[in-house]
């Protein structure tokens, strides 16, 4: 059994997904379904009102596939803990090659291949996206340059604030606080006011591209 191949619950959910607003929510609630479903373990395997019923969810898969719910949901935990369903069979070797059995235990592999691509689809972050090629020196520089005028207020919550806009630590801000002002230190390097010539590339800049200008050449 290869169970690597095509796995027709997760193809069939990638497509629902797709049609879908809230994505997040239909991961949760499949999840939700198939734990609930798998939990029949030890019910009568007869119970086909309760079966029926069941179907009636609005899970993606189709529960009435499932065929005997007690020894597919035995296959399917089995697999989910060991990474194997063999040892289900150690007392009955030929049970796994029945041809009443075998297809119901690919199902429930396949089954259970699903549950944990789903798991780690739930868990993906979403990549955020990153609107800026500064690092945290050159964005206080960069405010510095705009005319930001902080000498009016304390270091520690100027940079509480700035720590919370630029989503920066606040420790790192408040020390460079202390040299913003001018001076050859770490934060006006060379590289750092270099980059930020390109970001103020912008003729509307020009006043500030000297000022840049300026102190780099001061730095050499």
Request: net charge negative.
């Amino acid at each position: 059994m290869n169970t690597h191949s095509e796995n027709h619950f997760i193809e069939k959910f990638k497509k629902r997904l797709e049609t879908v607003k809230n994505k997040k929510y239909l991961i949760e609630n499949e999840i939700n379904q198939i734990q609930a479903f798998t939990s029949q373990i030890d019910k009568d395997p007869n119970f086909m009102g309760e079966l029926n019923f069941a179907n009636e969810t609005n899970s993606v898969f189709d529960l009435m596939e499932m065929g005997n719910p007690v020894f597919f949901n035995s296959v399917f935990n089995r697999y989910l803990l060991d990474d194997e369903y063999e040892g289900m069979f150690k007392y009955d070797p030929e049970m796994k090659n029945d041809p009443a059995f075998a297809n119901e235990i690919e199902e429930a592999v396949l089954f259970a291949e699903y549950y944990k691509w789903l798991q780690e689809l739930e868990v993906k972050p979403t990549k955020k996206s990153n609107f800026s090629n500064l690092n945290n020196d050159q964005k206080l520089l960069a405010l510095h340059f705009l005319g930001l005028d902080l000498r009016d207020f304390t270091k520690e919550h100027t940079a509480k604030v700035l720590g919370q806009i630029l989503n920066i630590g606040s420790e790192n801000i408040r020390r460079n606080l202390s040299i913003l002002q001018g001076g050859k230190n770490n934060l006006r390097s060379t590289e750092n006011l270099e980059k930020l010539l390109e970001l103020f590339e912008n003729k509307t800049f020009e006043s500030i591209q000297n000022k840049i200008n300026k102190e780099i050449k001061n730095l050499t």
